[in-house]
């Protein structure tokens, strides 16, 4: 994540690439719902006077390799399924903790 002039970029370059099973998301390069939603979950819980508009995503940008499971194409299978988005939220959760660790607690810890 990149933050500059009050732009965000999320870039997914260091994706896995896509998988034959349906753990792909298929976001077709696009800023989508599963990749901006760890962050726009934290603005506007940072901050409650924020709307939730798609103005909110204006300043959102996204980066996503093509045949990336994040960016998965045909043929493999694709079903949105939690378990990588979930991965790229904890992900951003570290970003920003790593800016500033007073903006967010840790993310939890996993028990499996």
Not at 19 to 44: D, E, H, I, Q
Not at 56 to 85: Q, T
């Amino acid at each position: 994540m990149t933050v500059r002039d009050g732009d965000v970029e999320l870039d997914m370059s260091g994706s896995d690439p896509q998988v034959r099973s349906a753990y792909n998301v298929p976001t077709m390069g696009k800023r989508t719902y599963w990749l901006t939603f760890r962050l726009t979950n934290f603005l506007t819980t940072f901050d409650g006077l924020m709307p939730h508009n798609t103005g909110l995503y204006r300043s959102i940008s996204v980066k996503v390799p093509r045949g990336s499971v994040l960016n998965a194409e045909y043929p493999d299978a694709v079903c949105v399924r939690n378990s990588v988005p979930y991965r790229l939220f904890d992900c951003v959760s570290g970003a920003i903790l790593a800016a500033d660790p007073a903006l967010m607690p840790a993310p939890p810890e996993e028990r499996w």
